[in-house]
Structure formats: C-alpha cells, structure tokens
C-alpha cells in the first residue's frame, strides 16, 4: 500500500516502526451510561495504525460518545479504553492526538492565525503554521476574526486545529457538517492526505457517501451497539438497495411481487419501492403502467439501510 | 505535497521551554481576546473610571479624592476576576471550546494561569488609571512607593477572586452568569467599603462585613493610605488566605464530581 511505502521512508526518525496491523487505539466491551440512558452497549473497536476509520451511525447512536471516550473527556461505567497503548486520560498520549469535535462557538475575538499559531504550540512538534494554512485551506481568511467567519470556513478553522500539531492519530467528529459541498470534497482530499501519510483516522459521520469515499473499514452503531463492520464494499452490499419514487396506479401489492422488492410504502400520492435490483423493476413498471410519473431512483437513504441492518429478519443482525 | 509534509513525527521530550512557551503564548491571547471582546474590557476598566470621575474629582482635595483610589481599585480586581474568569470559563464550558482544550496536550493549569494573569493585567491597567487620574484630576499626593504596593496589593487581591470566579463558573448556568455575579459583587463591594468607608454604613451591614472577602482586601488596600480600619494587616492577609483554599475546595469537589459523573 502506499500508505506503507511513505511509512517505510520516515521510520528512521522513530525506533519502533508502524505497521497496517499495529492496534493505535482500542475501545474494549465498553458500556456507558448517561442515567437511564445507555450511550454505549458492551462497545468493542479497535483503530490500526495507518487506517481510516468511519464510524457510522444516525443522531444519538453513540459516535461522539465512543470519539470522547478515546479522547480521555469522559470515562466508561464498564470495559477498557487504550489508546497508544495507555490510557487516554494520560498527558503524554495526547500529543500525538488531534481532534475536532462538534463545537457550538470558539473564542470570535481571535483571527484564526492566532488560535492556529496557540494550538501549534500545544504539540512538541508541529507542523509549520504556512503548512496548517495550506492543508486547511486557511490561507484567504487567516486575518479575519473567527466570529465572522462562514459556517465551512470555521469548520476548516477546526480541521487546521486538529492537523497543526502533526498528530498520529486523528479524530473528526461530524467534520463535515455545515459545509457546502465544495469545501466538503477539499476536506475529504485532505483526508485521504493524512491517510496517505500514515496517520489513523477515526471519522464519525451520518452520511454513507462520506464513510463509503474515504473508508478502509466502516463501523456502523446504533444504539451504542455495533450493527455491523467491514469495507465499504462489504457494508454496501448488505445495504444495497435503491429506493424508487413515483406516481402510479399499479397496485402496491403487484409491485411487491416484482423481483428484488424488498420493501413498498406509500408516500402521500407516490409510491416508494425499495429494490436491490431498480433497473429490472423500473423497466417492468415503466411497460405496465402508461401513466406513470414522477418516476425517481436514488441510493437508498441511510435510515431505510438502517432499518434493513437493525431489523429482526435482517442476517446481518447475528 | 501534503504527503511529505504531514509525515510520521518523532516524540521529542517535552522540555521547560515547551512549557514557557504554552503558558506565554495562552496567557498573550487570552489577554488579547478579552481586550478585545468589548462587553469585558469596557465594562471592567470603564465603571471603577467613570466612577471616579464623578466621586473622585467631585471630592477634589478632600479624603474621599484619595480615599475611593484604593478603594475602586480593589472593585477593578474583583469585577475583573469575577466576570473575566467566571463568565469566561463558564461560556467556554458550554460551547465545548474547553472541551477541545482538555483534549489537546495544554496543561490544564496553563489554562487558568493564563486566565488569572490577563485579568491581573486589567486590574493594573485600572490601578493606573486610577493613580493618574487621582494625581491629576483629584488633587491626590501620593509617593511611588504608595503606588507600587496598591499594584502589588490588587496583584495578589487576582487570586482570591480567580479562586471564587472558578467556582462560579462550575455552578452558574452561564446565560445567568451576567445576573448572578451582578448580585453577588454589587452588594459585596457596597458591604465592604468600596464605596465609602465601612463606619459610614448601617450598623447591620457592619455585623457581616468582616465574613467579606471583599471587606479583608480593601483594608490592605486602605492601608497603604492610612485610611484602614485599627488592628492588623495579618488578619486580613489571613482571611483572604483562608477564603482562597474554601473557593478552590469547593471548586475541586464539584469538578471532580461532575467528571466522575461525565
């Protein structure tokens, strides 16, 4: 992989080399509870060096519990949490760990030169502040106050705080939220950067787009359990619907009948018909029914994969 | 390309150097912010001024001209402790900023110091504005040497009151902090002579004004300019001790609390 022939070329600098199979960080049949509610569920996850990691999941599954777990902010009731091979709560753990979090405001009376040029100095080693601003793409806004800046812009702020200490290992929690799609391909470029350059990272989204672009291996939780996990081949396949939306009279029963139709609903005026295999049944109804319109097909949204992974018929669910 | 640059870091021992460096750059920035953010610095250094421009000079060449110079100076440490670190450590709690501090290598103390000493800062920035304006405006004589233990007295008056904006910070609501530490300092600096001197006030209120610490600090101030209280400085050097290890207690316990809890 090229990840390992970047590696190979730096390790002279370090004694103890990293490999694609070396444990960087280790959540081990973790349970967390917040009172009655149970954030994680005898959670199990393990980052190898070097790897992109999604974890993936809908709002309250558990993602940003597990990356604050790992990060040493917050502490299990059961189960063991290693990072580097200590305990996250230890100092020395944390320079080689940068990490952005879902932050409601940082300091606005601060130009983001100045809260770069103060993160940088937290880490023994860091990154030149002219590379943060080049990775980040900070370079048009470094002087303005972080109060004025615009939602994608103070998310790249984050990125550049996240990356300017030179960490080994990454955490993106949500990274992409706010931003429009532009700033998000960049952002997923510079991921694939760190990656390319040996770092580990662990990234939480809701998007299965994101997880399926920029991940070796997707964890998906609900629930603070784990659904399921693999390659995002191996994720997709489990999940692979298409959803159909249209206007017909066809009766909904008839298009349940239709092959590879795993599931028909109705929605207001249209139907909408979830189907592993959209062409054959598309070109089926489009003959059938003269009148049809409206017509849709989309990958299906992760909440339908969702309930396809966590329902009881499901396989995947062992 | 991004690749070379972000390559595999060897660890470096962190040395004294690392640590000078994040405790003076986090202190230059943290002082930097709240100069800027308008609604601290305006507020802090502006009423102890204001206020001597209309008490101070309209008493020119009596006791009170020289008199509210200690006095408000002691109100510029306080209001600047008060709401510089609880209302700052607060805001910073609930929008998850500190959050991601805790998270990176920064030593925790870093934190506070930095907060502890910019606000130190703005209580000198007012001592001098204060000692300016009283010589000048107020018909005020004093010595240098008056000058300098008022600035090493608010100086040290800084850690009490960081102590007890700490732990505001950990049990106030931060939208409600403005209010709280309104209802909370406004009373206390009137109870323990920041306006006029402690005889001057209703018997009841002269009952709880030794349980102030507010009370100890303005007569160590007062002192330097004759104008304390009978008895000795030790006492209230004591009081203001004591006073320090009960707010950093209580903010220990409730600290640790709320992580066992987290």
């Given at each position: 992989m090229s990840a390992t022939a970047v590696l190979t070329q730096t390790t002279t600098a370090w004694p103890t080399p990293l490999s694609?199979?070396?444990?960087v960080a280790k959540l081990h049949s973790v349970t967390k509870r917040y009172g009655q509610t149970t954030?994680?569920?005898k959670f199990s996850m393990e980052l190898r060096a070097g790897e992109v990691v999604a974890l993936l999941g809908?709002?309250?599954?558990?993602k940003t519990t597990a990356v604050r777990l790992l990060l040493g902010l917050i502490s299990s009731d059961f189960g063991s949490v290693r990072v580097f091979g200590r305990d996250?709560?230890?100092?020395?753990?944390?320079?080689r760990i940068g990490a952005m979090l879902q932050i409601?405001?940082?300091?606005?009376?601060?130009?983001v030169r100045e809260h770069i040029d103060l993160f940088r100095s937290y880490y023994p080693n860091p990154l030149p502040a002219a590379e943060v601003m080049r990775i980040a793409k900070l370079d048009g806004f470094?002087?303005?106050?972080?109060?004025?800046?615009s939602g994608g812009q103070k998310q790249r702020t984050l990125f550049g705080l996240a990356v300017c200490g030179n960490p080994d290992l990454v955490f993106l929690d949500?990274?992409?939220?706010?931003?429009d799609i532009e700033s998000r391909r960049a952002l997923w470029d510079e991921i694939r950067a760190l990656s390319a350059a040996g770092k580990t990272v662990l990234l939480t989204t809701h998007y299965l787009e994101e997880a399926d672009m920029l991940a070796h291996r997707i964890v998906v939780i609900n629930k603070g359990r784990v659904v399921c996990e693999g390659t995002p081949s191996e994720i997709k396949h489990r999940v692979s619907g298409r959803r159909i939306r249209c206007i017909t009279q066809l009766d909904p029963e008839f298009l349940a009948s239709l092959?590879?139709?795993?599931d028909v609903q109705q929605d207001r005026e249209a139907v909408v018909i979830l189907a592993e295999h959209p062409e054959r049944v598309v070109r089926e109804i489009l003959v059938r029914d003269e009148?049809?319109?409206?017509l849709e097909v989309s990958a299906a949204a992760l909440e339908d994969a969702f309930l396809a992974l966590t329902s009881d018929s499901n396989p995947a669910q062992a | 390309m991004a690749t070379q640059a972000i390559a595999v870091s060897a660890p470096r021992p962190l040395t004294l150097g690392y640590y000078a460096r994040i405790f003076r750059k986090e202190t230059q920035y943290e002082f930097v912010r709240m100069l800027r953010t308008r609604a601290f610095s305006l507020s802090v250094i502006g009423f102890p001024v204001m206020f001597y421009l209309l008490f101070g000079t309209s008493n020119r060449h009596n006791m009170f001209a020289r008199y509210l110079m200690p006095s408000y100076s002691c109100m510029g440490v306080v209001s600047a402790c008060l709401f510089g670190i609880g209302m700052g450590i607060a805001l910073e709690r609930a929008q998850g900023w500190l959050e991601l501090k805790q998270a990176?290598?920064?030593?925790?103390f870093a934190y506070l110091a930095a907060k502890t000493i910019s606000c130190a800062a703005f209580a000198l920035v007012i001592v001098a504005i204060l000692v300016t304006m009283g010589v000048t405006l107020g018909g005020v004589t004093l010595t240098v040497g008056e000058a300098f233990r008022l600035a090493l007295v608010v100086l040290a008056g800084s850690i009490p009151f960081t102590a007890m904006g700490l732990l505001i910070a950990l049990l106030v609501p931060p939208n409600a902090g403005p209010g709280v530490i309104n209802l909370i300092y406004l009373p206390m600096s009137f109870a323990s002579g920041?306006?006029?001197?402690?005889?001057?006030?209703?018997h009841w209120l002269r009952i709880i004004t030794?349980?102030?610490?507010t009370y100890h600090l303005a007569q160590i101030a007062l002192h330097i300019f004759g104008y304390?209280?009978?008895?000795?400085m030790l006492v209230h050097w004591e009081a203001l001790a004591g006073f320090t290890l009960l707010m950093l207690g209580a903010a220990w316990i409730i600290f640790t609390r709320s992580e066992a809890k987290a």
């Open positions: 694609q199979t070396r444990t954030a994680l569920d809908p709002n309250g599954a558990g996250p709560r230890d100092a020395d753990a944390r320079t409601t405001r940082v300091p606005e009376m601060l130009r470094a002087n303005q106050m972080f109060g004025q800046l949500e990274p992409t939220v706010g931003m092959p590879s139709v795993t009148t049809l319109h409206g | 990176s290598p920064m030593p925790r920041f306006w006029m001197p402690v005889t001057y006030l209703p030794p349980a102030l610490p304390a209280q009978s008895g000795s």
